[in-house]
Nanobody, 119 residues
Framework: QVQLVESGGGLVQPGGSLRLSCAASGSSIFTMYIMGWYRQAPGKQRELVATSGISGGSINYADSVKGRFTISRDNAKNTVYLQMNSLKPEDTAAYLC???????????WGQGTQVTVSP
């Protein structure tokens, strides 16, 4: 069982930046987990934002955030980050952290942190 706690969301103006954090606990082998960030806006389906493979390799981004968002992980702290720059109103959503151990199908989710981009 893995517990995920997101933080760092808030209200920001267009063009601004935020850094989200997701702290994982419950597993002693954080490096074996594929970590991801997803987002869900009201009335819309959950969509992938970025993923980071085990030990930080195999990084992928949604086309809508490429060049603006950066996913990173600190394996010593069992934490994954999402640096979001040049934020746009369409980035407004609840951002959720996910974790899936390599070779398994079970995905763990955090409760999410709200990001609102508005003048």
């Amino acid at each position: 069982q893995v517990q995920l706690v997101e933080s760092g969301g808030g209200l920001v103006q267009p063009g601004g930046s935020l850094r989200l954090s997701c702290a994982a606990s419950g597993s002693s082998i954080f490096t074996m987990y594929i970590m991801g960030w997803y987002r869900q806006a009201p009335g819309k389906q959950r969509e992938l934002v970025a993923t980071s493979g085990i030990s930080g390799g195999s990084i992928n981004y949604a086309d809508s955030v490429k060049g603006r968002f950066t996913i990173s992980r600190d394996n010593a702290k069992n934490t994954v980050y999402l640096q979001m720059n040049s934020l746009k109103p369409e980035d407004t959503a609840a951002y959720l952290c996910s974790a899936r151990r390599m070779g398994t199908v079970t995905t763990y989710w955090g409760q999410g942190t709200q990001v609102t981009v508005s003048p």
